[in-house]
């Protein structure tokens, strides 16, 4: 099945500096690859999506990029800001089934 | 209503008692998913219904764990005989679409807390 790695578990940046999470999945036919943003004691929150046909995918502040050829994706944050502070999810799936997450990284903007 | 909404929002239970938990979906979405989330991990899948339907219930982790969806719409998720482990929050999700035809968006709901004592 499939299997999500997701680096790094922790990270702090400066307000105004940029965060770059990563993540790495298994499964070939995994096809569709969102990203979410959780707060405490709410449920994840997609922020933005990528799918297999696409390289990247930009949405103001926030851009995704994938690489099927290494079967990684990542989480580009500009021009950060303290409420994007949150717990950042990635996951895979194949054709919107089988969707599996990764461990989480916990990003602090300090301000 | 407006997202996704799910109630309780914490539940406290003793070892071995049944308790349901509910999933009310954004209005047409056709798919509802259910999630598991540990402290400290990523939700982990447990089914999924398209329609009226358990489409994918490879997540579920053994018999005491039921979930249903009569109507197409609201989906009750049901513990038998809870044990300590299966504290955790709860989380529902829907999408717009089936799987495969471009909805796949799912769209979380607060989740319910639940803990075994």
């Known amino acids: 099945g499939e299997n999500v790695e997701q680096h790094p578990s922790t990270l702090s940046v400066q307000e105004g500096d940029s965060a770059v999470i990563k993540c790495t999945y298994s499964?070939?036919?995994?096809?569709?690859f969102p990203w979410y943003k959780q707060e405490l004691g709410k449920g994840p929150q997609l922020i933005i999506d990528?799918?297999?046909?696409?390289g990247e995918k930009k949405d103001q502040r926030i851009a995704v990029t994938l690489n099927k050829t290494a079967k990684h994706f990542s989480l580009h944050i500009t021009e950060t800001q303290p409420e994007d502070s949150a717990v950042y999810f990635c996951?895979?799936?194949?054709?919107?089934?089988?969707?599996?997450f990764g461990p989480g990284t916990r990003l602090s903007v300090l301000p | 209503g407006a997202g996704v909404s799910q109630t309780p929002s914490n539940k406290v239970t003793e070892k071995g008692k049944y308790v349901e938990l509910r999933c009310d979906p954004i209005?047409?979405?056709?798919?509802l998913y259910w999630y598991r989330q540990s402290l400290g991990q990523g939700p982990e899948f447990l089914i999924y219904?398209?329609?009226?339907?358990?489409?994918?219930d490879s997540g579920l982790p053994n018999d005491r764990f039921f979930a249903v969806r009569p109507e197409g719409s609201v989906s009750t998720l049901k513990i038998q005989r809870t044990e300590r482990g299966d504290s955790a929050v709860y989380l529902c999700?829907?999408?717009?679409?089936?799987?495969?035809?471009?909805?796949?968006?799912?769209?979380f709901g607060p989740g319910t807390r639940l803990l075994v004592l």
């Open positions: 990528i799918r297999s046909n696409v």
């Open positions: 209005s047409g979405h056709t798919a």
């Open positions: 999700a829907s999408s717009l679409n089936p799987p495969g035809s471009g909805g796949e968006t799912q769209y």
């Open positions: 499964d070939s036919a995994s096809n569709y």
């Open positions: 219904f398209q329609g009226t339907g358990a489409a994918d």
């Open positions: 996951a895979a799936s194949s054709y919107g089934q089988n969707f599996v």
